[in-house]
């Protein structure tokens, strides 16, 4: 006698259950994979992270001193003196120069003409931002007769028929001196990795009627002087022509 077939449909229904509670209890009974490889990728990568950030902190070095500013400068910005600056590169175009303020002051040049510096080169030896900007400019001196090894620890790219650097002398009033400086990153206390340093040179104007002047030019300083000089950008030749 065949059983009724409604008792066929509640075993099949039952067998099912319980199958599928036997296999949910095996499947929970193993270990899971991926949480364990996600669990352990992730204490991996936070462990690698947290090396390699030691590892950079530890090998960073401490930032180079703030250089001391020139006895010219100091003074005449104590005594609120007009100072002479050695323009080079794009502050050797007027407008660029008289909008060089980052406080949104225009600056007002006293006088602007151009003037040659004996025993300096016009270099591009301040690290930049590559392939870009691979350098900026900057005054550098050149060898002495009477030094034999040169004064100065960077390359020129090309050979100068004459040992001087020609650019723009600009009579400034201590304040937009200062404005000058600080959109060079010169002259803050609490920056010690400016990229450049004040020098004093000897500024000799085309007018011959004129006298030579002490001037302040910026030069790169150790820390991100190249040892050679890179090709200068495009950009950066555009604005000297």
């Given amino acids: 006698m065949k059983p009724p077939i409604t008792i066929l449909l509640l075993a099949a229904v039952g067998a099912c259950l319980v199958g599928g509670v036997a296999a949910s209890s095996k499947t929970s009974?193993?270990?899971?994979?991926?949480t364990i490889i996600s669990t352990s990728a992730s204490t991996s990568t936070s462990t690698s992270t947290s090396t390699s950030a030691s590892s950079v902190h530890a090998s960073s070095a401490p930032p180079p001193p703030s250089p001391e500013r020139p006895a010219l400068v100091r003074e005449c910005l104590e005594k609120k003196r007009d100072i002479y600056y050695f323009g080079l590169g794009s502050n050797m175009l007027r407008?660029?120069?008289?909008?060089?303020?980052?406080?949104?002051t225009k600056i007002q040049p006293k006088s602007f003409e151009p003037a040659v510096v004996p025993n300096y080169r016009l270099a591009f030896n301040m690290r930049g931002f590559p392939p870009l900007e691979p350098g900026m400019g900057s005054l550098e001196p050149l060898p002495t007769d009477d030094d034999d090894s040169?004064?100065?620890s960077?390359?020129?790219l090309l050979q100068y028929d004459k040992p001087e650097c020609h650019g723009s002398l600009v009579c400034l009033s201590a304040d937009d001196y200062e404005r000058v400086m600080r959109s060079e990153g010169v002259g803050n206390a609490n920056n010690p990795n400016a990229g450049y340093e004040e020098v004093v040179v000897t500024a000799i104007p085309y007018d011959?009627?004129?006298?030579?002047?002490?001037?302040i030019?910026?030069?790169a300083r150790d820390h991100v002087r190249l040892p050679q000089d890179p090709a200068p950008s495009l950009r950066y030749m555009t604005i000297l022509r």
């Fill in 29 to 34: 009974n193993k270990p899971r994979t991926s």
């Fill in 95 to 104: 407008s660029k120069l008289e909008n060089r303020s980052i406080c949104g």
């Fill in 150 to 152: 040169s004064s100065s």
């Fill in 154 to 156: 960077s390359k020129a």
């Fill in 208 to 215: 011959q009627r004129k006298r030579p002047v002490q001037a």
């Fill in 217 to 219: 030019a910026l030069r």
